[in-house]
């Protein structure tokens, strides 16, 4: 097995343990710490579950114990895959307890990531839920082990079907007498996945729990907290900006919604109090509309995040006067560096900055082309490196040699600009992917997947600006002979074992592509003019 590592020069390493950023703890201490400080206070709300945080902890145990029995050894990597429900957590914090180690997916990934993550983590075990949302995961882990055969172990949450039911563990074998090293690496999180396929992002304790525990407090959590995880827990931003995680750090409580949607997690912020969420902006938009008049007293929500694409200043200003909260700004990446708006922020900054980092060690640089610094205000490249920001990813030299400088800063691909005190407005990206309600695609990956279509020649896939989705993907595809109809081109698409939200959004054939006179033009540029004709065709400014 490829051994996970993610190394920081030891100067640095020295200066972040000096400063307390990196505090010599992991997850599991974490979670035997809160349990034996305040061992009857509830930690979890999921369902029809509650549990205290003495609770969690001894969940966590029996499933490290089991799992551990049913064959795992530490250091074997488990991708997990489990929608919003208490036992993300206890199956987690349960990994950790054994030292085997997560790969966190979406719920809406399919065979194609889900086979991709496995094969590149060499997993040998596969955590689902049995349904979630109309979708039967047992069918995904046939699949999966039909082609990935190294995953061995498969375990569910809820109806195992033909497989081990997670409340079917068998007696627990004993658990590792030492914790992992703080230094470890203690998971591996998934990439927006920028060009080609997502990268596996190697994330130790020292470097989370920095993250994590320093984002509850800019956000204001303590024990009277309580946070409502509406997206999909197993991202970046609710696991850990500050998410579930910062919340249990702060010993406060996690609401696990099983939808984002204003009719579900509405009438749980009603119940159960709840004093802060996080959300994409296509669904604050959503929020805001539903808020206007329903029937549920959301008035013990004190804060509205709105992150993992660009909130646009006319919709930021009308989170306190709809909601009566404060709005946060969040910027963040799965690869480490995460801004915030402070909730004291002049609203100027609140409704028109995607924030300023964490940590006053988070290097920020921005760069033009040719690599200098610009000058305060003006657009840049933005790259980054500090405490809790990668230094590679996991299995994967190309990316590498592309994404980070030979002296350790990551190349985030985000174009910014720096404000005074360090705040920084996105204007975009010198990347080509699309950034689909904060879903990230790859346009490199559709269009590897369309051509395997027999009746498509050439496709490029570019984003087009979309009021709701932010922005929406479109392919322009250029027919061998008789042009497919375009759903069943999306039938196609989703027939190749791909999460849905990657099918294109729309279709548009056409007869060429243009090229130069050498008869060639990178795929970049091709996909710049292709967009700016059709937005300058449709009157639209791109
Ligand atoms: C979050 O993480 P990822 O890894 O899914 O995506 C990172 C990328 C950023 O590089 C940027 O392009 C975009 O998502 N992004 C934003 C944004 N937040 C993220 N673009 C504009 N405005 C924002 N507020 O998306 C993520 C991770 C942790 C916390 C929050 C978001």
Same mark, same amino acid.
């Given at each position: 097995?490829?051994?996970?590592?993610?190394? #920081?020069?030891?100067?640095?390493?020295?200066?972040?343990?000096?400063?307390?950023? #990196?505090?010599?703890?992991?997850?599991?201490?974490?979670?035997?710490?809160?349990?034996?400080?305040?061992?009857?206070?509830?930690?979890?709300?999921?369902?029809?579950?509650? #549990?205290?945080?003495?609770?969690?902890?001894?969940?966590?145990?029996?499933?490290?114990?089991?799992?551990?029995?049913?064959?795992?050894?530490?250091?074997?990597?488990?991708?997990?895959?489990?929608?919003?429900?208490?036992?993300?957590?206890?199956?987690?914090?349960?990994?950790?307890?054994?030292?085997?180690?997560?790969?966190?997916?979406?719920?809406?990934?399919?065979?194609?990531?889900?086979?991709?993550?496995?094969?590149?983590?060499?997993?040998?075990?596969?955590?689902?839920?049995?349904?979630?949302?109309?979708?039967?995961?047992?069918?995904?882990?046939? /699949?999966?082990?039909?082609?990935?055969?190294?995953?061995?172990?498969?375990?569910?949450?809820?109806?195992?079907?033909?497989?081990?039911?997670?409340?079917?563990?068998?007696?627990?074998?004993?658990?590792?007498?030492?914790?992992?090293?703080?230094?470890?690496?203690?998971?591996?999180?998934?990439?927006?996945?920028?060009?080609?396929?997502?990268?596996?992002?190697?994330?130790?304790?020292?470097?989370?729990?920095?993250?994590?525990?320093?984002?509850?407090?800019?956000?204001?959590?303590?024990?009277?907290?309580?946070?409502?995880?509406?997206?999909?827990?197993?991202?970046?931003?609710?696991?850990?900006?500050?998410?579930?995680?910062?919340?249990?750090?702060?010993?406060?409580?996690?609401?696990?919604?099983?939808?984002?949607?204003?009719?579900?997690?509405?009438?749980?912020?009603?119940?159960?109090?709840?004093?802060?969420?996080?959300?994409?902006?296509?669904?604050?938009?959503? #929020?805001?509309?539903?808020?206007?008049?329903?029937?549920?007293?959301?008035?013990?929500?004190?804060?509205?995040?709105?992150?993992?694409?660009?909130?646009?200043?006319?919709?930021?200003?009308?989170?306190?006067?709809?909601?009566?909260?404060?709005?946060?700004?969040?910027?963040?990446?799965? /690869?480490?560096?995460?801004?915030?708006?402070?909730?004291?922020?002049?609203?100027?900054?609140?409704?028109?900055?995607?924030?300023?980092?964490?940590?006053?060690?988070?290097?920020?640089?921005?760069?033009?082309?040719?690599?200098?610094?610009?000058?305060?205000?003006?657009?840049?490249?933005?790259?980054?490196?500090?405490?809790?920001?990668?230094?590679?990813?996991?299995?994967?030299?190309?990316?590498?040699?592309?994404?980070?400088?030979?002296?350790?800063?990551?190349?985030?691909?985000?174009?910014?600009?720096?404000?005074?005190?360090?705040?920084?407005?996105?204007?975009?990206?010198?990347?080509?992917?699309?950034?689909?309600?904060?879903?990230?695609?790859?346009?490199?990956?559709?269009?590897?997947?369309?051509?395997?279509?027999?009746?498509?020649?050439?496709?490029?896939?570019?984003?087009?600006?979309?009021?709701?989705?932010?922005?929406?993907?479109?392919?322009?595809?250029?027919?061998?002979?008789?042009?497919?109809?375009?759903?069943?081109?999306?039938?196609?698409?989703?027939?190749?074992?791909?999460?849905?939200?990657?099918?294109?959004?729309?279709?548009?054939?056409?007869?060429?592509?243009?090229?130069?006179?050498?008869?060639?033009?990178?795929?970049? /540029?091709?996909?710049?003019?292709?967009?700016?004709?059709?937005?300058?065709?449709?009157?639209?400014?791109?």
């Amino acid at each position: 097995m490829i051994p996970l590592r993610q190394i #920081w020069p030891d100067n640095l390493a020295a200066r972040y343990r000096a400063a307390g950023y #990196w505090r010599s703890a992991t997850f599991s201490q974490m979670l035997r710490d809160r349990a034996a400080a305040h061992p009857d206070r509830i930690a979890l709300v999921g369902g029809t579950e509650r #549990w205290s945080y003495a609770e969690l902890l001894a969940r966590a145990e029996r499933i490290a114990g089991g799992l551990l029995a049913l064959g795992l050894k530490p250091g074997d990597r488990v991708v997990v895959q489990l929608p919003n429900i208490p036992e993300f957590l206890s199956v987690v914090f349960g990994l950790f307890r054994a030292r085997l180690i997560p790969v966190y997916a979406l719920p809406a990934h399919r065979l194609v990531e889900i086979a991709h993550f496995a094969r590149k983590a060499e997993a040998r075990g596969y955590i689902v839920a049995d349904r979630h949302d109309g979708f039967d995961y047992r069918a995904l882990a046939d /699949e999966l082990r039909a082609e990935v055969s190294a995953v061995e172990h498969v375990v569910v949450a809820g109806d195992g079907g033909p497989y081990r039911a997670l409340a079917d563990l068998p007696p627990p074998a004993a658990l590792p007498a030492e914790d992992a090293a703080p230094s470890d690496v203690a998971f591996l999180q998934i990439s927006g996945g920028s060009t080609g396929l997502s990268k596996l992002i190697p994330r130790t304790h020292d470097d989370y729990i920095y993250s994590f525990a320093a984002s509850a407090e800019i956000c204001g959590l303590g024990p009277d907290s309580v946070y409502l995880a509406a997206l999909p827990v197993a991202h970046n931003f609710p696991m850990s900006s500050p998410g579930v995680f910062g919340a249990l750090h702060a010993g406060a409580r996690v609401v696990m919604s099983p939808s984002p949607s204003p009719e579900v997690a509405f009438p749980l912020i009603a119940r159960e109090g709840v004093t802060i969420t996080g959300l994409v902006p296509p669904l604050a938009l959503l #929020w805001l509309q539903a808020a206007a008049n329903t029937p549920h007293d959301l008035s013990s929500l004190k804060v509205l995040q709105v992150g993992g694409a660009k909130f646009m200043p006319e919709a930021a200003r009308r989170v306190r006067p709809v909601l009566g909260c404060t709005l946060q700004q969040v910027f963040g990446m799965a /690869e480490g560096l995460v801004n915030y708006t402070r909730l004291d922020d002049p609203e100027e900054i609140i409704v028109g900055t995607q924030g300023r980092p964490i940590s006053e060690a988070d290097e920020v640089l921005v760069l033009d082309d040719a690599g200098h610094p610009v000058a305060e205000g003006e657009v840049g490249n933005l790259l980054t490196r500090g405490p809790y920001t990668i230094r590679a990813y996991h299995n994967d030299d190309v990316a590498n040699a592309r994404s980070f400088t030979p002296d350790g800063y990551y190349r985030t691909g985000d174009v910014v600009r720096r404000l005074p005190g360090g705040y920084l407005v996105v204007q975009g990206r010198a990347t080509d992917h699309i950034n689909r309600a904060g879903e990230k695609i790859s346009a490199e990956e559709i269009e590897d997947h369309l051509q395997a279509h027999a009746q498509v020649f050439d496709a490029a896939v570019v984003s087009l600006p979309d009021d709701y989705l932010g922005e929406r993907s479109c392919a322009f595809v250029i027919p061998a002979g008789d042009p497919p109809k375009a759903a069943a081109l999306k039938a196609f698409m989703r027939g190749r074992g791909l999460a849905a939200f990657k099918v294109p959004d729309q279709i548009i054939f056409v007869d060429a592509f243009e090229t130069t006179a050498v008869g060639k033009v990178s795929r970049k /540029e091709l996909r710049a003019s292709l967009r700016r004709r059709f937005l300058a065709e449709q009157g639209t400014r791109a």
